[in-house]
T-cell receptor, first 112, second 112 residues
Framework: QQQVKQSPQSLIVQKGGISIINCAYENTAFDYFPWYQQFPGKGPALLIAIRPDVSEKKEGRFTISFNKSAKQFSLHIMDSQPGDSATYFCAASSLGRYIPTFGRGTSLIVHP | KAGVTQTPRYLIKTRGQQVTLSCSPISGHRSVSWYQQTPGQGLQFLFEYFSETQRNKGNFPGRFSGRQFSNSRSEMNVSTLELGDSALYLC???????????FGDGTRLSIL
């Protein structure tokens, strides 16, 4: 049972464009939603995370939007750069049981 | 501060053998989790150790086991290797269960 559904599977964006990756979850007990960035040959690195008490969190060019009623959250990468080309994973977990459930990942390619 | 260190980085085994992977967490981190990453299944949680005790366990067969030492270093063992065990095995550490996880770069295990 896939508890976190991530889309799209792959995404191609031009430099300077906006990259948008979406995730949907089923378990209403989830209350922590991190995004990870993974480059080839490297482990995932925490990029940004949000808790459901806020609807949006921004860190530099990266923004998480959260819709609790729809059980959806998304990652927006503004002014996308070729260096952003990587695989992005969303995840969800519940307080007290941090072990996250991951989405299947989105391969992002930003063309110069 | 050194990151999560996993050894070896690459490993080739044959079916039926067993293998032990090692993980050194970030200094001060007491929670260590293990994940299997494959193109087909994505990131799947194996187990989590805290203070030498297995605290959480994923849905993997008993051939997959682990342990944690008093210095928080952890090992993962896979017995009777199968072709399907070929994957990137990732270790992640955190201060505790409700703190963000930091991943190592993984051990690439190939089964021939």
């Amino acid at each position: 049972q896939q508890q976190v559904k991530q889309s799209p599977q792959s995404l191609i964006v031009q430099k300077g464009g906006i990259s948008i990756i979406n995730c949907a979850y089923e378990n209403t007990a989830f209350d922590y939603f991190p995004w990870y960035q993974q480059f080839p040959g490297k482990g995932p690195a925490l990029l940004i995370a949000i808790r459901p008490d806020v609807s949006e969190k921004k860190e530099g060019r990266f923004t998480i939007s959260f819709n609790k009623s729809a059980k959806q959250f998304s990652l927006h990468i503004m002014d996308s750069q070729p260096g952003d080309s990587a695989t992005y994973f969303c995840a969800a977990s519940s307080l007290g049981r941090y072990i996250p459930t991951f989405g299947r990942g989105t391969s992002l390619i930003v063309h110069p | 501060k050194a990151g999560v260190t996993q050894t070896p980085r690459y490993l080739i085994k044959t079916r039926g053998q067993q293998v032990t992977l090692s993980c050194s967490p970030i200094s001060g981190h007491r929670s260590v989790s293990w994940y299997q990453q494959t193109p087909g299944q994505g990131l799947q949680f194996l187990f989590e150790y805290f203070s030498e005790t297995q605290r959480n366990k994923g849905n993997f067969p008993g051939r997959f086991s682990g342990r944690q030492f008093s210095n928080s270093r952890s090992e993962m063992n896979v017995s009777t290797l199968e072709l399907g065990d070929s994957a990137l095995y990732l270790c992640a550490s955190s201060l505790d269960e409700d703190q963000p996880q930091h991943f190592g770069d993984g051990t690439r295990l190939s089964i021939l």
